[in-house]
Nanobody, 122 residues
Framework: EVQLVESGGGLVQAGGSLRLSCAHS????????IGWFRQAPGKEREWVSC????????YYADSVKGRFTISGDNAKNMVYLQMNSLKPEDTAVYSC???????????????WGQGTQVTVSS
């Protein structure tokens, strides 16, 4: 069973940085992908980024491109989301989930983590 646990959220001023971590376990092979999503109060969940350990591919939503960097450390079973130049509109609960194709190609995600709150003050 694949399990994911997020950590690293917190309160930061606009322009600051945070690094979110997603600890994963249960993948049978090294071909997997993990995505990050966020959901702000009153808004729909938004896809943010995806990392494929299968081909080391990285993908970003336009809203975070150039500010966020996703990476993975397979030896540590971790995927990270480095968030720089944070804006108040980045405030949301951030969650990671396993992506079904293993290459960030699809829109099926499963084994969601519990989420971590990120608050950016102006």
């Amino acid at each position: 069973e694949v399990q994911l646990v997020e950590s690293g959220g917190g309160l930061v001023q606009a322009g600051g940085s945070l690094r979110l971590s997603c600890a994963h376990s249960g993948f049978s092979f090294d071909e997997y992908a993990i995505g990050w999503f966020r959901q702000a109060p009153g808004k729909e969940r938004e896809w943010v980024s995806c990392f494929s350990n299968s081909d080391r591919g990285t993908y970003y939503a336009d809203s975070v491109k150039g500010r966020f960097t996703i990476s993975g450390d397979n030896a540590k079973n971790m995927v990270y989301l480095q968030m720089n130049s944070l804006k108040p509109e980045d405030t949301a609960v951030y969650s990671c989930a396993a992506e079904g194709s293993g290459f960030c190609y699809g829109d099926y995600y499963y084994s969601w983590g519990q989420g971590t709150q990120v608050t950016v003050s102006s």
